[in-house]
């Protein structure tokens, strides 16, 4: 994929004053690449070449051209002028009907922090992509919003889609796809305490990345087997996979990953009493979060302030970084500093105040189906005194993610002929599954489902 990239490069500057149409074309292409590759000196090459190219009329090509010269410079650094460069351009491709602008739009918004555009535009890329029938640009797509979900922080929501992506994908014959769902498929599993898949689905994608050098799938797969083990307690095992990631050459290791696994490996060296590496690991999100960063960014940052500092400048930190964290959809990261902080306050003898946060963060847990993490914050809480009751499962998260998807799908209002077209399955298969959902939510009829639509809204 990075040589790939490069010969792209080359081809889009010999015809880019003779062919500009085609010159955009492999540019993004490269992009693309890029993006799953983590070679962002490709990315700031095709955005410096992209510049380049005279502007002609047509709005599409210019819309491409800005997201990719914007998204380019920003993932370099180059300047907030960009910020506006994209918002400008997601703002003209929104109303698109063309997945693959809308993929960049969706890119372009989540790049610059607007994630209710994101999400919308990828809600309207998604149905007309379904609609279109073409499996190889759903997989894509599907790839676009598992990812962004993800960036989000929302690890849970797209559970159907990387189930159904993966599915798709291994039916068409698209690697790449496929082993990103994989690598997503096995971070959902570790959260939810599937030890064995989160490791075999980590393992198949370390097989397969040297030949196609898919570094956002391996570093996401490395990073839910280093998050399981946190969770397990073992930080000493998280250090030495997150460091591994680190050290590792580009097309195995993706840079946006080494800055999303930097509060882990905090977390981790801070448990094994390393503070100056500690110190050390915090600095490239300690870089990333100044200014005007993203939210998600200055809650972490926040949160790995915390666990370097002490008394009362840590607990300012913690309580920084929840009320960041208070305006956004990320359920597992606010549980996770809920427990940081709850642990902190144990520590400092202010039992009552530390319940308060241990509590939250079991609820929280459980809700999701994090069982590790669960887990974590009942041993926490009984240190305090008190004894958290382990709640019985929701009935709806039973469900797997397919019968989920066909289940929301239904209870909207789909017939099981529209659900076997949108979702590419036959209509004996929607069936099936349809009549497990009733069963699983001891309902009866098609009307007892569209009555529980709001409790099949995806979590966090």
Not at 46 to 70: F, H, M, N, Q
Not at 276 to 289: N, S, T, V, W
Not at 395 to 424: C, H, W, Y
Request: aromatic share 4%; charged share 25%.
């Amino acid at each position: 994929m990075l040589s790939a990239g490069s010969r792209l490069l080359a081809a889009a500057a010999k015809v880019s004053r003779r062919d500009p149409h085609r010159s955009l074309e492999m540019l993004l292409d490269a992009g693309l690449m890029a993006g799953r590759s983590g070679d962002l000196a490709c990315m700031g090459q095709a955005a410096a070449i992209a510049a380049s190219l005279p502007r002609g009329e047509d709005s599409t090509e210019a819309v491409l051209r800005d997201l990719l010269v914007g998204v380019g410079n920003l993932m370099l650094g180059r300047g907030a002028a960009d910020a506006s460069r994209i918002r400008a351009a997601v703002a003209r491709a929104g109303e698109s009907d063309d997945v693959h602008v809308l993929a960049w739009a969706a890119a372009g918004a989540s790049t610059i922090g607007e994630g209710a555009v994101e999400t919308a535009i990828l809600g309207r890329a998604r149905a007309i992509a379904r609609a279109s029938g073409a499996v190889d640009t759903l997989v894509d797509l599907l790839e676009t919003v598992v990812a962004s979900a993800f960036i989000a922080g929302r690890y849970y929501s797209v559970a159907a889609e990387a189930t159904e992506g993966l599915r798709l994908a291994r039916e068409v014959g698209l690697k790449n796809p496929l082993m990103f769902h994989l690598a997503a498929l096995g971070v959902m599993a570790g959260l939810n305490g599937d030890d064995d898949v989160c490791r075999a689905n980590a393992a198949e994608v370390s097989r397969t990345i040297s030949a196609s050098g898919m570094a956002n799938a391996n570093s996401l797969a490395q990073w839910g087997v280093a998050l399981l083990d946190l969770a397990r307690g073992s930080p000493d095992k998280t250090v030495t996979r997150l460091e591994a990631m680190r050290a590792a050459p580009l097309g195995e290791s993706h840079p946006f990953g080494v800055l999303i696994e930097t509060p882990d490996l905090v977390e981790a060296y801070v448990q094994t009493g390393r503070r100056d590496e500690a110190d050390a690991a915090f600095a490239p999100l300690k870089a990333f979060a100044a200014g005007d960063a993203p939210a998600w960014g200055r809650a972490m940052a926040a949160r790995c302030r915390a666990l370097l500092a002490d008394g009362d400048e840590a607990e300012r930190a913690f309580e920084d970084a929840l009320a960041l964290l208070a305006s956004l959809n990320r359920r597992f990261d606010r549980a996770r500093t809920h427990l940081l902080i709850g642990a902190f306050l144990r520590r400092q003898r202010r039992r009552g105040d530390a319940r308060t946060h241990l509590r939250t963060a079991v609820e929280t847990f459980e809700r999701l189906g994090a069982e590790p993490w669960a887990e974590r914050a009942r041993v926490e809480l009984r240190a305090t005194g008190e004894t958290a009751r382990k709640r019985d499962p929701s009935t709806v998260t039973q469900l797997t993610p397919q019968e989920m998807q066909i289940a929301r799908l239904v209870g909207a209002g789909s017939s099981n002929k529209d659900v076997a077209t949108q979702l590419f399955l036959s209509p004996r298969t929607v069936e099936y599954h349809l009549a497990k959902v009733f069963t699983k939510l001891g309902i009866a009829s098609r009307a007892d489902l569209i009555r529980q639509a709001a409790v099949l809204e995806p979590v966090g």
